[in-house]
């Protein structure tokens, strides 16, 4: 029998009341955090995490055995998606956040990408689920997940946003965290089969003009989605980062609609049918749908726009290690294609400079950029701009609101803002 | 004369049974061409009938004839009819079975080449009368071949070879749904009515259901509680500070209830209500909304084109790319940008990342 290590539980509590300190913004600890190098380290005092014997250092850790899943390290325990209660009647048919401010590269790890469902998550067998093509084709279908699995693959690395995402901030600022204010979005890469080799195996007859996704789930979500945009880059996807889907990204098949809307990727998908007509579901005439300021409405808004937002520092982010050389990062994303170019202010818009995008930068991806500089310990107003390779910049909050109004719910992209303060501490404002 | 006889006919005339000596080299092509009907027919030394009949003795039988199988009415009667399994015969059927004897049962779509119809018509005639090796053949194809591995525990997955691979689309692969198995699944509706189900009900009918199965989340009078979604009134409110987005103030169409209820209602219990409850209900919300103002009032598939909801006519298009934020090209302000600087204006209202029991909310929920 190996030994088994014991847990710092000093360090475990130490840490957690640190990330209190910042996630609640309290001041007190991460403005003392602030002004040194390093909490623990007073001047000439040797540092004990150097000069104690750690345990992990003395006695042999977990065997290969421990975990036949990994799971990530107890010190990341506040790395989760978290939910906002009021914004929902009921969990079972609600939203979570994907926890951005704690997450670099491009890709969102599965188990936190956010969670949209509307009838709680389906707990699908694989065995027992079929995915049939039917309407204007010239033979009607069923497939297997065996079946689905014999076709040609590809890989591709998508964003999906919820429409949503942003859509509480449409009055102005709201949530305290760029994972409430941003989060409704992952970026996954899908290994899948093209929507249109599906539908070419049953063959689509000359009169489709509409194909309706639906879903296994027992809100049998369906959407309407045009046959050109199906016959273009749609994916039926049975992987997500080279696992099988997350049971609540839609185990054991969802579809991706790239760059479009999240609430299209119907998940736990079992049927498409072809039609010449939409089909105006309850998701694309009660919801997605978008109140203009003369009452009438913005229908089939699919495309999700050009956007970006710093994830650090930000509220649940702030910056705890004084003035000096200082890392500002973020993501962009357009459902419009790759993403061009990044600007940052730290002046609330008055003076920008192109940040650096690190990592792939792939069609209706996320990027990843990065802006360092000196930072001098004054207050900073951060915005980011994205602009993609249509040319369509990211606009200011104020402009859409002179376009659309307050009530639209639906594709906020507007610029954030982030007030950083004297001591590190990060709010979500809005500057003139 | 049927087309049957016509070629039954031909095949007397140039006497073109395939004999085994002059296509030995087509008739061991034709063995590997046979895996693919072997699922389903035997040939060779005790040959029985399996989900297709036995294959021995084939060239020169009489189509549908053999007693102790069950063949398709179609099958029969082309036999009745005086169709003889002989090279001619075999080579259309092979081909597009179903094209060839509509209604048989047989569900293998076909062989794609001819040199494959050839060569298995070779391999069949070994095992007809004419063929003098018959006895001597390989007994393997009479029986599937029990390959199982007896400690892995699963069925036998038969033999790679026996699989039968359909004839639609580019790749053959699925199978054809079944019309019961469409109808099972194919329940949308759409405004045109396209999709609706046989059924009726009154407003009163509905009345009943709905105070049982959704007042709990839509209240008494549609009026929502909680955050559930408010499904009547908000007349006029779509231009207010805070619209009231209903059946009746903001949707479209009357399909889109009967399809929601149907499908996903009530919550938690989806699929539940029959198509008379469900034109019920879907009647009461109209009549929670004033669209129908009659408790007697019979909603059913023949009445439901005359139901039109008054805000269908104010839905349009995306135009977003008209806005003039989507101007392209337009190369942003980089420095100085503005009169002055910066100051805030709004600043967060909900202070703590972790929302707790903030039951009055944020404004613009997400439902």
């Not at chain 1, 709201?174 to 970026?187: E, K, R, V, Y």
Request: with cysteine; charged share 25%.
């Amino acid at each position: 029998m190996s030994q088994q290590p014991t847990k710092d539980k000093r360090f475990v509590s130490s840490r957690r009341s640190f990330l209190q300190g910042g996630l609640t913004a309290a001041g007190g600890a991460a403005a003392a955090a602030a002004l040194g190098t390093g909490a623990a380290f007073a001047a000439g005092t040797p540092d004990p995490a150097i000069t104690d014997i750690k345990d992990w250092n003395q006695y042999s850790g977990a065997g290969v055995d421990a975990a036949p899943y990994g799971m990530p390290s107890p010190f990341e325990s506040h790395v989760v998606r978290r939910d906002v209660p009021w914004l929902t009647a009921d969990p079972v048919s609600s939203i979570n956040f994907t926890p951005l401010h704690e997450l670099d590269g491009i890709i969102t790890p599965n188990g936190l990408c956010f969670e949209r469902h509307h009838s709680g998550v389906a707990e699908v067998d694989p065995a027992e689920h079929r995915l049939m093509i039917n309407g204007l084709v010239d033979k009607p279908l069923v497939f297997t997940m065996q079946d689905l699995m014999r076709f040609p693959r590809e890989n591709k690395v998508y964003f999906l946003e919820c429409a949503a995402n942003s859509g509480m901030e449409w009055r102005g600022a709201q949530l305290n965290g760029c994972q409430f204010t941003h989060g409704m979005i992952h970026n996954v890469m899908y290994t899948g089969v093209r929507l249109r080799t599906l539908l070419e195996e049953a063959g689509v007859k000359p009169s489709a003009k509409w194909l309706l996704a639906e879903g296994a789930d027992a809100s049998g979500m369906g959407r309407s989605i045009p046959i050109e945009k199906a016959l273009d880059d749609c994916l039926v996807a049975f992987k997500m980062n080279g696992e099988a889907l997350r049971p609540e990204q839609g185990y054991p098949v969802r579809l991706c609609v790239p760059g479009w809307e999240g609430n299209m990727w119907v998940k736990w998908l079992r049927r498409l049918e072809v039609g010449d007509k939409p089909w105006h579901l309850r998701e694309e005439t009660s919801k997605y749908t978008d109140l203009m300021p003369d009452g009438r409405a913005r229908r089939f808004t699919w495309a999700m726009d050009v956007k970006s937002v710093i994830t650090n520092p930000s509220p649940q982010a702030p910056i705890t290690h004084g003035r000096g050389h200082t890392v500002i990062t973020g993501v962009a994303w357009s459902g419009h294609g790759a993403i061009k170019r990044v600007d940052v202010s730290i002046d609330g818009g008055r003076n920008w400079q192109t940040a650096r995008i690190d990592g792939p930068s792939l069609s209706r991806s996320m990027h990843r950029f990065y802006y360092e500089f000196d930072w001098n310990g004054s207050p900073l107003y951060l915005q980011s701009r994205a602009i993609d390779e249509q040319g369509y910049v990211q606009p200011t909050k104020n402009a859409l609101r002179a376009a659309r109004g307050e009530n639209s719910i639906y594709h906020n992209n507007g610029i954030q803002t982030w007030y950083i303060k004297a001591n590190g501490e990060a709010e979500n404002v809005e500057v003139s | 004369m049927s087309k049957f006889l016509k070629l039954t006919a031909s095949v007397i005339l140039f006497g073109a049974i395939a004999t085994t000596g002059a296509n030995a080299q087509d008739a061991d092509a034709g063995k590997k061409v046979f895996r693919k009907c072997a699922a389903c027919h035997a040939v060779g030394k005790g040959a029985k009938n399996k989900v297709g009949p036995e294959l021995n003795e084939l060239i020169g039988r009489v189509a549908g004839s053999l007693e102790d199988y069950k063949y398709s009415k179609a099958m029969t009667a082309v036999g009745e009819e005086g169709l003889v399994w002989n090279n001619d015969t075999l080579t259309e059927y092979l081909t597009k079975p179903r094209g060839f004897i509509k209604g048989t049962k047989m569900a293998f779509g076909g062989l794609k080449k001819d040199a494959e119809i050839e060569n298995v018509i070779a391999y069949l005639a070994t095992y007809s009368a004419s063929a003098e090796q018959a006895a001597a053949e390989p007994e393997e194809m009479a029986e599937p071949a029990e390959t199982a591995d007896a400690t892995s525990g699963q069925a036998p997955a038969g033999l790679a070879a026996d699989a039968v691979i359909p004839d639609h689309g580019n790749y053959h692969l699925g199978r054809v749904a079944l019309p019961e198995e469409i109808t099972a699944w194919d329940i949308d509706v759409r405004p045109d009515g396209a999709g609706l189900p046989v059924g009726k009900g009154t407003v009163a009918d509905g009345g009943v259901i709905y105070d049982e199965s959704c007042a709990v989340c839509h209240g008494v009078f549609g009026e929502g509680e909680g955050r559930w979604p408010v499904l009547s009134g908000g007349f006029d409110t779509l231009t207010a500070d805070r619209p009231e987005k209903t059946i009746g103030s903001y949707w479209p169409f009357a399909s889109t209830i009967f399809d929601y209820v149907n499908r996903a209602m009530p919550f938690g219990n989806a699929r539940s209500l029959s198509a008379d409850e469900t034109y019920a209900v879907t009647a009461y919300l109209l009549y929670l909304n004033d669209i129908v103002t009659d408790e007697s009032f019979e909603l059913s598939n023949e009445t439901f084109s005359d139901i039109k909801l008054p805000n269908e006519e104010n839905f349009y298009p995306d135009d977003r790319l008209e806005e003039p934020n989507f101007a392209k090209g337009t190369e942003p302000c980089m420095q100085n940008c503005g009169d002055r600087p910066a100051e805030i204006v709004m600043r967060a209202r909900v202070l703590d990342v972790t929302p707790d029991n903030d039951e009055e909310g944020g404004a613009g929920g997400i439902d």
